[in-house]
């Protein structure tokens, strides 16, 4: 028996089953778009890269110099007058990228298919620009790939792949202080674990000595694009201040977060101190709490980071040993500390305290 033919709101009669037809369509439609997007810029960052090898060659080997690149920029400029990507300075970007990743197999030993192009797989579904960035800020070829790597998975635009970088997001990530394997079970404490970092780096803030754990609270809400771009990609931001009623009292959570693919609350709690043990007691009451009043069928423990401006690693294995909620401690900064000797970092001046001092001596001098 025919199937009764379906009415669809603005079109004339259609078919029965033509809704899913057409979504069917569409789907294989956007699939091989993407598909071919990924085969174009595949076949670029190939032919870069050839380019790149035959140049380091002619560069090397047979002493070509600036004047001969220029010429051949200007060749394939007048031969390829629709094609960007040609100039004096990307070739020479093209023969670095060779460079760069040339007898790397035996750190990513996956390479693309064509035995004329082994560079690693990942490379090739990232754009030239965001490649550009890596050869350019990225001396080490497995940071390189981690980058890609974390650029794909999460829609990193160049900009945000630069801030990253800049803020040594591989040297952070899954850094902090956890009781995570004990407190979750594997698969989410593994994922948890790589969520958060240590330290944070607050750069778009500016605090004074005297500013209290409200300025910092107050500091990170006006600034809460920021602040989501440096916690990471899942968190949803809930409330600031948020109120639990417990026993007929108020208790109030600093920042309250949701995380999408960890699919828990986060509840941070900000200290203008060094961590002590209470502060991993008060986290343990705010995500019992949380979970008791909060957590929905489906979702996962709620996780608490307590974000401190400096802590002792010891102190905070032994203050989480025990706790049953899953619990992490990181330090906060306004600034990225080069890799010094702690003691040097601690004296080294805040930026507030520098432009005070020049507007100090401005002022003497006048």
């Known amino acids: 028996m025919k199937r009764k033919a379906e009415i669809v709101p603005g079109d004339a009669r259609l078919p029965a089953g033509y809704t899913e037809f057409i979504a069917s369509l569409k789907e294989r439609i956007r699939s ?14 190939c032919l870069y890269w050839q380019i790149g090898r035959e140049l380091a060659g002619r560069l090397d080997a047979e002493g070509w110099g600036a004047k001969v690149v220029d010429r051949l920029a200007r060749d394939l400029r007048s031969e390829f007058p629709g094609t960007e990507g040609f100039s004096r300075t990307n070739l020479y970007r093209m023969r670095a990228f060779y460079s760069a990743y040339a007898g790397t197999s035996a750190i990513v030993p996956q390479a693309v298919g064509q035995t004329d192009c082994p560079m690693p797989e ?5 754009p030239w620009g965001h490649n550009v960035i890596l050869i350019e800020k990225v001396k080490d070829p497995e940071r390189r790939v981690w980058y890609a790597r974390q650029a794909i998975e999460y829609g990193w635009s160049r900009a945000v792949l630069d801030h990253q970088i800049g803020s040594d997001l591989y040297a952070r990530q899954g850094k902090a202080v956890t009781n995570f394997q004990d407190a979750l079970p594997a698969p989410q404490s593994d994922l948890a674990l790589q969520t958060f970092k240590d330290p944070y780096i607050f750069s778009f803030l500016a605090l004074t000595q005297s500013a209290r754990e409200g300025d910092l609270e107050q500091g990170l809400i006006d600034h809460i694009q920021k602040f989501l771009l440096e916690l990471g990609v899942g968190f949803s931001f809930i409330g600031r201040q948020y109120l639990l009623e417990v026993d007929g009292c ?42 008791d009043l909060l957590r929905q069928p489906g979702d996962q423990p709620s996780i608490g980071l307590v974000l401190c401006k400096t ?27 080069a890799s010094l000797p702690k003691e040097l970092q601690d004296n080294l001046p805040a930026i507030e305290d520098l432009e005070k001092e020049l507007a100090d001596k401005y002022h003497a001098d006048g």
């Open 32 to 45: 091989a778009q993407v598909k071919a997007a990924l085969s174009v810029n595949r076949e670029l960052i």
């Open 122 to 126: 990942v490379l090739t579904h990232i």
């Open 250 to 291: 108020e208790y109030y959570i600093d920042l309250l977060f949701y995380h999408l693919r960890l699919r828990c609350f986060v509840v941070i709690d900000l200290k203008m101190e060094e961590f002590s043990p209470e502060h991993a007691g008060k986290m343990n009451f705010y995500l019992s709490a949380v979970d």
């Open 311 to 337: 802590k002792k690693r010891l102190t905070v294995e032994y203050a989480l040993r025990d706790m049953g909620k899953p619990i992490g401690v990181s330090e906060w900064r306004t600034r990225l500390v």
